[in-house]
């Protein structure tokens, strides 16, 4: 993949992650540019099969991405359509991050409000930091509601009267409050921010695409009711275990003294020294 012809965006690849960089001067704007770009570098991404994992960051320290444009927003038609019964087209281009089989992480370093936070929503993680990071949904203090995705995805993180609370009160988060509700996945020092991402994007890139793909789609069906949840689950985990990259990593982990007390006690860090 060449990830080429981007005027928005700045693409890095190492070891089975592409860390996107926003840079869309003066505030990162939600335009027609940078969605058709975002929709751009998902499909590339997710058909990528060297990408294992997607780190979305902003070359701007204030703004990750301000919010969608207003102005085009106001171009929309005003007759009420009938209802579709297909996502729109900004749906469906936040909606491959969170279904497409890499994982997928924002580092928040800045204000992410409206399309910028329902963009940040559609990632599989979220990680802040205090001083820095800012989350909102203003929509309804404009006459209008989130409208690409934050009234879905904000009740599946921080249930239903938090996120009326983030929708209504149309106030800022900061990073803090942003991971107690739910709303990040954890509030990180801004020093130790680019490090704890990198570790952790470069760890998962690490591991086989096959378990990361079957893995984030099982962990998808949590939102079926619980018995069919538990059936796809014992579906993935059956194909995960047919693969010769599961029985290679199972075999190397009992010859390497896997369950044993020496080596339980240091399972993570011990996880880093599979070679095939």
Known sequence: MGYEGYECLRIRRERGVAFVTIDHPPINLFDLLLIREMDQIGREVEADEGVRVVVFESANPEFFIAHADVALIQTLPRDVPPKSSE????????????????????KLAGRARGGGSEFVLSLDMRFAAPGRAVLAQPEVALGIIPGGSGTQRLPRLVGGGRALEIILGCDDFDAATAERYGYVNRALP????????????????????????????SVAAA????RDGLIEE?????????????QRRMAWFLRAGGQT????????????DYEE
């Open 87 to 106: 996502p729109t087209l900004f749906h469906a281009m936040v909606d491959r991050f969170r279904t497409m089989p890499k994982a997928t992480i924002a």
């Open 190 to 217: 801004a020093d130790e921010l680019d490090a704890f991402v990198e570790r952790l994007a470069l760890r998962i890139a690490g591991f086989p695409a096959a378990a990361i793909r079957l893995a984030k789609a």
């Open 223 to 226: 939102e079926l009711p619980t």
């Open 234 to 246: 014992a579906h993935y985990f059956n194909q995960a275990l047919a693969t010769d990259a599961a």
């Open 261 to 272: 007390r020496e080596v339980e006690l240091r399972l993570a860090a011990m996880i880093d």
